[in-house]
């Protein structure tokens, strides 16, 4: 089955720097990958997603980018507030069912 | 307003006991999830429903026992609660299943003593 591997597991930034957090993926079949903001005592929230057909998109200050053949994908976060501090996670889906297969999350913490 | 929701937001209960949480969408979707997140915040997908039809079943305990009365509703029945059961549990729901968003509910916290 599919496997995501998210790097790193904890992120500090100063406020107006970015952030950026890495995912792997396994399965080649994989053609969806969503990113999820999750705040504390809150569930996961679809911030930004890609799919297989496009290499990058945007929205603001959130960027994410594909590499179909190294099987990687990332989170670009510019200009931090310290409201985007949150634990976020990265999915990859592909398989029958719209089975979301998530990282194991990345804690980012926003100092001012 | 709420788009999906969970009752109830937090269960505190004893080994053995059998317990519900109950999930409801009003984004009209066709398909809904329930998730388990543990205490190092992992996320795994546990079973899905599409238009009431299980398509999706984890290795999960039999004693865990999902139920769809209708298409916006998805409800986990859990019986003889261990202590590895204490998770938040998510529900989610989206419309379609090939790469459609997810939308998730507030979470329960199942505590089990």
């Known amino acids: 089955g599919e496997n995501v591997e998210q790097h790193p597991s904890t992120l500090s930034v100063q406020e107006g720097d970015s952030a950026v957090i890495k995912c792997t993926y396994s399965d080649s079949a994989s053609n969806y990958f969503p990113w999820y903001k999750q705040e504390l005592g809150k569930g996961p929230q679809l911030i930004i997603d890609?799919?297989?057909?496009?290499g990058e998109k945007k929205d603001q200050r959130i960027a994410v980018t594909l590499n179909k053949t190294a099987k990687h994908f990332s989170l670009h976060i510019t200009e931090t507030q310290p409201e985007d501090s949150a634990v976020y996670f990265c999915a990859a889906s592909g398989g029958a069912g719209n089975k979301l297969t998530f990282g194991g999350g990345t804690r980012v913490l926003v100092k001012p | 307003d709420t788009a999906v929701s969970q009752t109830p937001k937090y269960l505190v209960t004893q080994m053995g006991n059998d317990k519900s949480i109950k999930c409801e969408q009003n984004l009209g979707h066709d398909t809904m999830y329930w998730y388990k997140q543990d205490s190092k915040k992992f996320l795994k997908i546990m079973f899905s429903y599409n238009n009431k039809e299980l398509i999706i079943n984890e290795t999960v305990p039999n004693r865990f026992s999902p139920k769809s009365p209708d298409k916006a509703h998805l409800n986990l029945h859990i019986n003889s609660l261990e202590l590895g059961d204490s998770a938040v549990y998510f529900c989610?729901?989206?419309?379609?299943?090939?790469?459609?968003?997810?939308?998730f509910g507030p979470g329960t916290r199942l505590t089990v003593t």
């Open positions: 890609i799919r297989s057909n496009v």
């Open positions: 989610a729901s989206s419309q379609g299943t090939g790469g459609a968003e997810q939308y």
